[in-house]
């Protein structure tokens, strides 16, 4: 069975380069604190963990890992801490 990839006729991406894109690209989004958040990538599944301060942030840490084309599912683990109700995660 052929993947997306080769029915496009692009060259297959690891899951160490698509760990590294999405890494890169929540770095240059000015939403982000790339620092906060760990990034896991299995055969194409993404799995994100840390911690941000906002809902939206969560949201957009989301929306930077299926922004590409390889990854097939991400698990959004990402903890929403609420400034002064919550202990640091």
């Not at 194409?44 to 906002?54: A, D, I, K, P």
């Not at 400034?83 to 995660?89: A, D, G, W």
Request: hydrophobic fraction near 35%; proline fraction near 1%.
């Amino acid at each position: 069975m052929q993947s997306d990839n080769q029915r496009r006729g692009r060259k297959a991406i690891t899951d160490e380069e698509i760990k590294v894109g999405i890494v890169n690209t929540m770095h240059w989004d000015s939403r982000l604190d790339a620092s906060e958040i760990k990034v896991e990538v299995d055969n194409g599944n993404v799995t994100l963990s840390g911690c941000v301060s906002t809902y939206r942030l969560k949201i957009a840490a989301l929306e930077n890992a299926r922004s590409f084309n390889d990854v097939k599912h991400v698990e959004n683990n990402i903890h929403v801490k609420y400034l002064l109700t919550e202990q640091p995660c």
